[in-house]
C-alpha cells in the first residue's frame, strides 16, 4: 500500500448514499465524512423539531465477552461496568495512569458476560489496545467490530414515531441510556436510545454490508414526516447547545474528568482498583485546577476554539467550543477557566480579535428539551 493510500480518509458503508444526496465531504478522524447535505442551520432545527438522520459508522464498536468481562472493565475504566443492569447503558472513560482522559466512551450491558464499548472515531484504535492491554489476565475476549459496523442514528422529537413502525423493539419501553436487540427494516440490530444532540433518539447497530439498507428505510419512514439527513457540522452545534463535550475539542489526553465537571462518572468507591486511580483520587481530593463552564458572549463575535479568556486584566482560561446558537440565537461558547471564576453570573471576557468582548458564565446545558 502507498502512502498516499494508507493517508486518504477511509469512506464509510454509506457513502454512495453521501454521494447520491449530493453531501460536502470532509475528512473527520480518519473517515470520509459528510460535514452537510442541505445547511447546517437546515439541518440542525430539523433535529429540533422534527428528527434528522445521521451516519455515525465512524465510530469505534469494541465487544467484551466473557466470565471476567466486567472484572476487566471495571479494571480498564473510571465507571464500574459490573454494575449495569443487562439491556443498560452508562457514559464511561478510559484515563491514562496520570488520570488524563484517552477517550469518553458509551458502555452498554448487552448480556450478564458480554458488553459494547463504543469510542470516538479518531480514538477507537488507541481504546482497542488499551483495552486488549488491560483485559491481559482477565478471562475475556475483546472483538473490535468497528470496521464490521454500521451505525445510523435518528435524532428528534419524532424519533420514535419514525423508528416504531420499522422495528420489533417496543421503543416506548426502551428507556434513556437502555439498549435492546431486534430488527430494523428487517435487518439484525442493536437499537440504543443514547444520543448526542440534547433530543430524544435512537442509535441504530447493523453489519456494515447492511448499513445501506438501513440509512434508505430510515430516510424514507422521515422524510414523509419532514426528517433529513444531518451532517457533522449540525451535530456539532446541537451537542453544544446541548452542554456535551467533543474529545478534541473540551476533552483531551491533557484533561482530567474532574476539570470538565464530569468527576460523577469516576466510581472511586467501586471494589476493582483501575487505572487512574491514584491520580484522580488526588485531583477529587484537593480540588480540579480549572473547570469547563458555559459562556454566554455578550458582546459581537464568536467566541472560537483556542481563543483567550479573561477576568479583567488577569488571564483565566481559553474557550474550547463555540458557535453561534441556532436554537437560541446567541454566540455560545465552552471554556476552562480558573475554579474562582467559574459560579455562573461572573462576567468574564474573550479576545476576539484583539479585544476582550464581555461573556457570561451560564450553567450547562445551554438548551435542554420540552419533555
Given amino acids: ?187 439484525p440490530s442493536l437499537v440504543a436510545r443514547t444520543g448526542y444532540t440534547g433530543e430524544d433518539g435512537f442509535e441504530v447497530f447493523v453489519d456494515a454490508a447492511r448499513g445501506g439498507e438501513l440509512w434508505d428505510a430510515l430516510l424514507s419512514a422521515g422524510e414523509p414526516r419532514g426528517a433529513m439527513p444531518v451532517g457533522l457540522g449540525a451535530r456539532d452545534t446541537l451537542r453544544l447547545e446541548a452542554g456535551m463535550p467533543l474529545y478534541g475539542n473540551d476533552l483531551d489526553r491533557s484533561t482530567n474528568p474532574y476539570e470538565a465537571n464530569l468527576g460523577r462518572v469516576v466510581r472511586l468507591g467501586k471494589p476493582a482498583d483501575f487505572v487512574g486511580r491514584a491520580a484522580l483520587e488526588r485531583v477529587a481530593g484537593e480540588g480540579p485546577g480549572r473547570l469547563l463552564v458555559g459562556l454566554v458572549v455578550r458582546g459581537r463575535g464568536i467566541a472560537r476554539h483556542g481563543y483567550p479568556v479573561v477576568a479583567g486584566d488577569r488571564p483565566s482560561g481559553v474557550v474550547t467550543s463555540g458557535t453561534q446558537s441556532p436554537t437560541l440565537g446567541l454566540p455560545i461558547a465552552m471554556a476552562y477557566v480558573a475554579p474562582g471564576d467559574a459560579r455562573p453570573g461572573t462576567m468574564l471576557g474573550v479576545e476576539i480579535r484583539e479585544r476582550a468582548v464581555e461573556a457570561e458564565v451560564v450553567p450547562l446545558p445551554f438548551y435542554r428539551r420540552a419533555r
Fill in 1 to 187: 500500500m502507498t502512502d498516499a493510500a494508507e493517508s486518504s480518509p477511509r469512506p464509510t458503508p454509506l457513502a454512495d448514499r453521501h454521494a447520491a444526496l449530493g453531501a460536502k465531504l470532509i475528512e473527520f478522524s480518519g473517515w470520509l465524512m459528510p460535514v452537510q447535505y442541505r445547511g447546517i442551520i437546515e439541518e440542525h432545527r430539523a433535529v429540533r423539531e422534527r428528527a434528522g438522520v445521521f451516519d455515525l459508522s465512524h465510530m469505534g464498536e469494541l465487544f467484551i465477552e466473557g466470565p471476567e468481562a466486567g472484572a476487566g472493565l471495571a479494571a480498564a475504566l473510571v465507571s464500574d461496568p459490573p454494575s449495569l443492569a443487562e439491556g443498560r447503558a452508562h457514559y464511561s472513560m478510559i484515563c491514562a495512569e496520570d488520570g488524563g482522559i484517552l477517550d469518553d466512551l458509551i458502555v452498554y450491558r448487552l448480556a450478564d458476560e458480554r458488553f459494547l464499548v463504543v469510542a470516538n472515531a479518531g480514538n477507537a484504535q488507541l481504546v482497542s489496545d488499551a483495552l486488549a492491554e488491560r483485559l491481559e489476565g482477565f478471562r475475556a475476549v475483546l472483538d473490535d467490530r468497528s470496521l464490521a459496523t454500521a451505525l445510523c442514528a435518528i435524532q428528534g422529537p419524532l424519533a420514535a414515531a419514525i423508528l416504531q413502525p420499522l422495528t420489533d423493539v417496543d421503543v416506548a419501553a426502551l428507556r434513556y441510556y437502555a439498549i435492546a436487540e431486534g430488527a430494523v427494516a428487517g435487518i
